[in-house]
């Protein structure tokens, strides 16, 4: 079946530094989605990506939508004590009874 | 817009009890979907509902079941509950079946 490799597991940096995280496959994605979800909580959209080579931002997030439709990079600007959580990519295959395939997370701790 | 709700936040159960979960999706949703997530697991897919209908199907035993009413609204069943069952149990709606999902806050099921 499908699988998504999401890297890195966790991320330990200071408040104020960047982030990046991505997630890769070996099946091709019509779309990408990043999620973030705060403990005890739901995940949460951030980002949807729907055409390979897209770059949308949300604030001081970022997320691409690599050009072989078979990865996607997040990246986080002038991290803050809020952006802690477990980040989700989840890759969607359109015309398929498949169900999103979901990375299995990065941990992020912002130091403060 | 309201989100995806689900009810209870919190449950409470012991070995060998049942338990009923219930999710309203998103207004104007027809897709509900449900995932089990652990620390050690992360999202696990149970099932989705569309239209009434369970159209995909996770590798769960039997005693998850689930339904989804006219109104779109949907609940899920665990019966004789075990304690690897202890989880955050969460829906996610979408509008159709191969558009991006948006979670409720879950459900944390605790079995003594």
């Known amino acids: 079946g499908q699988q998504l490799n999401q890297s890195p597991q966790s991320m330990f940096i200071q408040e104020g530094e960047d982030v990046s995280m991505n997630c890769t496959s070996s099946?091709?994605?019509?779309?990408w989605l990043w999620y973030k979800q705060d403990p005890g909580e739901g995940p949460v959209l951030l980002i949807a990506?729907?055409?390979?080579?897209e770059l949308t931002s949300n604030g001081r997030l970022t997320a691409q939508f690599g050009i072989t439709r078979k990865d996607s990079f997040l990246n986080i600007s002038a991290s803050i004590p809020s952006d802690v959580g477990i980040y989700f990519c989840?890759?969607?295959?359109?015309?398929?009874?498949?169900?999103?395939?979901f990375g299995s997370g990065t941990q992020l701790t912002v130091l403060p | 817009k309201a989100g995806v709700t689900q009810t209870p936040r919190y449950l409470i159960k012991t070995r060998g009890q049942q338990v009923t979960l219930s999710c309203s999706p998103i207004?104007?949703?027809?897709?509900v979907s449900w995932y089990q997530q652990t620390p050690g697991q992360g999202l696990q897919f149970l099932f989705e509902?569309?239209?009434?209908?369970?159209?995909n199907k996770g590798n769960f035993p039997g005693r998850f079941s689930g339904r989804q009413f006219s109104n779109s609204r949907s609940e899920m069943n665990v019966s004789t509950l075990e304690l690897g069952d202890s989880a955050l149990y969460l829906c996610?709606?979408?509008?159709?079946?191969?558009?991006?999902?948006?979670f409720g806050p879950g459900t944390r099921l605790t079995v003594l």
């Open positions: 996610a709606s979408s509008r159709d079946r191969y558009n991006e999902q948006f």
């Open positions: 207004s104007g949703h027809r897709s």
């Open positions: 099946s091709i994605f019509n779309t």
């Open positions: 990506l729907y055409k390979a080579g």
């Open positions: 509902y569309f239209s009434e209908t369970q159209r």
């Open positions: 989840a890759g969607l295959t359109s015309g398929s009874a498949r169900q999103p395939t």
